[in-house]
C-alpha cells in the first residue's frame, strides 16, 4: 500500500539524564545509534516507503551520522525540523508529506527500537481493512494504583479494559493531517500521541495488539536495558 514513514527524533531526552552521544535517540546500543536501529526496522520492512525524520536543529550532524549507520537502503529519507512538543512535530513532519499523494502514515517514536514486522504487519492489516487510525496497545499487567496527594495509594484501578499505547500509530492521512491541524488551530497543545488528537476529532482508533518487546527507550536504564538485549547472545 501507498505508505509513509514519520519517524519522530526532536525531543531532548531529559528523563534520561545528559550523556555525550546526545538526546537518547542517538545513544549507542550494540555500538550503534537508537535512532539506526528505528529506522533499519522500517527501511526493511518497507525498503520503498518515504520516509521523513523530524529532528531538533541542533542534532544534524548527529542524524547524518546515525543515518551512515542505519542497515539497508535509506535513500527514501527525509529530514524536517520538529517543534517544541511532540504533537508539533508529528505536525511538522505531516506537512512535510502534505501534497505527495501519501494514501497512509506510520508514525513512530525514535525511542522505539525494537518494532518488528509482524507488529508492522498487523498495523497494516486493520489499515488495509478499512480502519483510519490504528493503535498498537497491549494489556496492562500490573495492578494499578492512584497515589493521593499524601503519598499513600488513593484507589486501585479496575485494570480490565486498559491498554498501554505504542508506536507505530497508522492513519489514513489526509485524516490525521486535517485532526492535527485542527488541534493546532484551536490551541490544543498537550496531546501526547497521535491517537489521542484522532480521538479528539472523533476519529475511531482501532486496537491492535502491540508488542511486549515493543519498548520506550525513557530513562537511563530502559537504554542500559535495550544494549544488554540486543549484545547478549541468545539463550
Ligand atoms: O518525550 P517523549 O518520550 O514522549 O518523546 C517521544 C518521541 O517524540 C521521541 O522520539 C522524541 O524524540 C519525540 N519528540 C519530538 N519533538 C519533541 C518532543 C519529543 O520529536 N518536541
Not at 546500543?29 to 541542533?58: E, M, N, Q
Not at 525511542?111 to 494489556?139: C, H, I, K, Q, Y
Not at 495509594?153 to 485494570?159: H, K, L, Q, W
Not at 491492535?208 to 549484545?231: F, W, Y
Request: hydrophobic residues 50%; charged residues 20%.
Amino acid at each position: 500500500i501507498n505508505c509513509g514513514v514519520i519517524i519522530v527524533a526532536a525531543g531532548r531526552g531529559e528523563r534520561a539524564g545528559s550523556h555525550p552521544d546526545g538526546p537518547k535517540q542517538y545513544r549507542r546500543i550494540a555500538g550503534r545509534p537508537v535512532i539506526s536501529h528505528t529506522l533499519d526496522a522500517f527501511v526493511k520492512w518497507a525498503p520503498d516507503a518515504p520516509i521523513v525524520v523530524v529532528i531538533h536543529a541542533d542534532d544534524r550532524d548527529l542524524l547524518a551520522a546515525a543515518l551512515l549507520q542505519v542497515n539497508g537502503s535509506s535513500g527514501n529519507i527525509r529530514v524536517v525540523t520538529g517543534g517544541a512538543s511532540r504533537q508539533q512535530s508529528v505536525l511538522a513532519g505531516l506537512e512535510a508529506m502534505a501534497g505527495a499523494d501519501i494514501e497512509h502514515v506510520l508514525i513512530q517514536d525514535a525511542v522505539r527500537p525494537f518494532a518488528d514486522p509482524a507488529l508492522l504487519d498487523r498495523v497494516e492489516a486493520a489499515l488495509a481493512a478499512g480502519a483510519r487510525a490504528v493503535l498498537p496497545a497491549v494489556a496492562v499487567a500490573d495492578t494499578l494504583k492512584r497515589a493521593g496527594i499524601d503519598g499513600d495509594v488513593a484507589e486501585t484501578v479496575p485494570r480490565a479494559g486498559l491498554f498501554a499505547a505504542q508506536t507505530p500509530q497508522a492513519f489514513h492521512f489526509q485524516t490525521i493531517l486535517d485532526a492535527h491541524r485542527q488541534a493546532a488551530a484551536g490551541g490544543q497543545s498537550d496531546f501526547t500521541d497521535d491517537a489521542a488528537i484522532a480521538e479528539w476529532a472523533g476519529v475511531p482508533v482501532r486496537l491492535v495488539e502491540g508488542a511486549v518487546g515493543n519498548v520506550k527507550l525513557t530513562l537511563q536504564k530502559d537504554i542500559i536495558m535495550a544494549d544488554e538485549r540486543l549484545s547478549a547472545p541468545l539463550p
